[in-house]
């Protein structure tokens, strides 16, 4: 089982910071979601500037960058410029990191609220051709638009190519009722990826908990997904940076390695 961590869950960590802890934790990966206040991957030094010396330095870690997470949305007009500019900037990073994923969003929101499927497919089959032959596969969330993991399912066997789908097991259950084995059923071998969280509705809003602390019958969806041969990463995205109030990230990231350990067995 392939663990890593959203960096939105540390966004006063530095990189050093960040990788030292997903070593000592024992995680196998990290995603990037920003590093302290450059939220854009293509500026973090890092990931360009100082590449090789990264490279170097995740290969004596024996830790990988999982994914890159692009945030402008691909359904939304007004921004198409921005969108495909960042989509393709994000994939020349990530290919000359050796980075397999790179995640996109029809909307910005994780629920329904609009977007043009039309464009969204257009630009999302534009960036799966610039990435061909880069080492790098565009992936989308369930989130926005597809909610419904057959309308994605149906998109992603229209756009073809190279592509797949970044399941994250809070989104279509908690904003479509979606059941989870309905999700597997309907996504099958397009699953690439996968965002776990949990949460409860308190006060009629969800509101973010730690792994087995809410209602989100995550459970279920990773024995699911794992009887079904899946091998990609569990990736937790604690969603610190935009919710001060949660929990500190040490305290997150360990329980959540000492929560999936129930599922390496």
């Known amino acids: 089982m392939k663990l890593s961590f959203s960096t939105l869950g540390c966004p006063d960590w530095s990189f050093g910071e960040i990788i030292t802890s997903a070593k000592d934790l024992g995680y196998q990966g990290v995603e990037i979601r920003g590093i302290e206040r450059e939220i854009y991957a293509p500026a973090i030094k890092e990931l360009t500037a100082e590449r090789e010396q990264t490279i170097e330095k995740l290969k004596a870690l024996g830790i990988e960058i999982a994914m890159l997470t692009a945030g402008t949305p691909l359904a939304v007009h007004g921004v198409q410029e921005q969108a495909m500019k960042e989509g393709r900037e994000y994939i020349d990073v990530a290919s000359s990191l050796g980075v397999k994923y790179i ?90 990826y996968v965002h776990l969280k949990d949460s409860k509705i308190e006060k009629g809003a969800p509101v973010y908990k730690m792994m087995g602390y809410g209602d989100i019958p995550l459970e279920k969806a990773i024995r699911l997904l794992i009887e079904s041969g899946y091998e990609g990463y569990f990736s937790l995205e604690w969603v610190k940076r935009w919710n001060k109030e949660l929990e500190e990230p040490g305290i997150v990231f360990a329980h959540y390695v000492n929560y999936m350990r129930q599922f390496d067995k």
């Open 103 to 192: 995640r996109f969003l029809s909307t910005d929101k994780p629920y329904f609220d609009g977007g043009d499927p039309d464009l969204c497919k257009r630009q999302f089959a534009e960036l799966v051709g610039y990435a061909q032959g880069k080492g790098v596969t565009p992936l989308i969330e369930t989130n926005g638009l597809f909610l419904d993991s057959k309308k994605l399912a149906d998109f992603l066997d229209e756009v073809g190519g190279d592509c797949g789908a970044l399941w994250d097991v809070h989104h279509p259950y908690r904003f479509n009722d979606e059941p989870v084995e309905k999700t597997i059923e309907n996504l099958g071998l397009r699953i690439k």
